[in-house]
């Protein structure tokens, strides 16, 4: 038996990048997973890849940050399989490169809605069903970007610095009832969000520069990130609750800081 056997596992944002590798992982640890997006080409790309690794994944082309579409897709996994023990609040979206000035609240509202509101939601509507259970694993992609400035846009950054509190508030708001809440911190990770700068670097001759500015001076994969949410998903992180874990090659470790030439 896998890590994950016998449990139910919602992944949002399972339509690419990490969303996929997640669920890809957690399904070949022998979760079932159901796999929410609002991309369903891509929804369908990654149950392909699940179905060849042997499992099998429930599809739910959803709006991640609406309100009645969350409470629908969190019925609908404990109406299939009567349980829900995992529910990874991954989908977002970057925003807001442009001058901060320039930026309109409209913007903002969005970028908060997606990446913020949503996993309140995601907690708000499985918290009920694994308050029930006793038991439950919810797990927030924050980011790198929520932990210090200039990784990512204004509205962009501060959503991810909610997600962060959102996990240690939830934490602390479900206490005494079995459900965990924890957050994941990525850095540079080349998926569908990031691959126009890994393609533009590929094109300028300077790719061996991408992620220079992290002790493991490497770019991650949205593989390594899924195991570290399936490590908070599984037991082996039963007491692990309320926290925050950058995975960026040490990137948030420093402070700003002029190398050594090697
Ligand atoms: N790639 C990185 O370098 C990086 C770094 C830090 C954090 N993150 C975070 O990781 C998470 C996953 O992103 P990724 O890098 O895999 O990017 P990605 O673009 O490859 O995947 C994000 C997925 O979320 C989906 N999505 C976006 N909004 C949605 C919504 N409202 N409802 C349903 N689905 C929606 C997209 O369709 C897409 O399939 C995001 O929260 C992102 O902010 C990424």
Redesign the pocket.
């Known amino acids: 038996m896998g890590r994950l056997g016998g449990k139910v596992a919602i992944v949002?944002?399972?339509?690419?990048?990490?969303?996929?590798a997640s669920a890809t992982l957690f399904a070949r640890e022998g979760a079932r997973v159901v796999i929410?997006?609002?991309?369903v080409d891509?929804l369908s790309a990654t149950a392909d890849i699940i179905a060849k690794n042997g499992g099998s994944a429930e599809i739910v082309a959803?709006?991640?940050?609406?309100e009645d579409e969350v409470k629908a897709f969190t019925d609908r996994a404990v109406e299939k399989f009567a349980a829900l023990d995992v529910v990874f609040a991954?989908?977002?979206?970057?925003g807001g490169p442009e001058p901060l000035l320039d930026q309109s609240a409209e913007l903002w509202r969005h970028v908060l809605q997606?990446?913020l509101i949503?996993p309140f939601l995601a907690i708000k509507y499985a918290g009920p069903y694994m308050i029930k259970q006793g038991r439950g694993s919810v797990i927030l992609?924050?980011?790198?970007?929520g932990l210090r400035a200039n990784a990512a846009g204004a509205p962009?950054s501060a959503s991810?610095a909610g997600v962060i509190s959102l996990a240690q508030t939830a934490a602390n708001a479900l206490f005494g009832t079995g459900v965990r809440v924890n957050a994941i911190?990525?850095?540079?990770?080349?998926?569908?969000?990031?691959r126009w700068l890994f393609d533009a670097a590929r094109e300028r001759g300077t790719a061996g520069n991408i992620g220079q500015l992290n002790p493991l001076r490497r770019a991650g994969t949205?593989e390594e990130?899924a195991a570290v949410a399936l490590f908070l998903a599984s037991e082996d992180a039963s007491y692990v609750n309320g926290q925050v874990v950058a995975v960026d090659g040490g990137l948030s470790s420093t402070l700003p800081f002029t190398r050594p030439v090697r």
């Open positions: 949002t944002g399972a339509a690419s990048g990490i969303g996929r929410v997006d609002r991309n891509g959803a709006d991640a940050s609406d991954n989908a977002g979206i970057i997606v990446n949503g992609t924050a980011s790198a970007a962009y991810k911190c990525p850095g540079l990770i080349e998926t569908g969000m990031t949205a990130v």
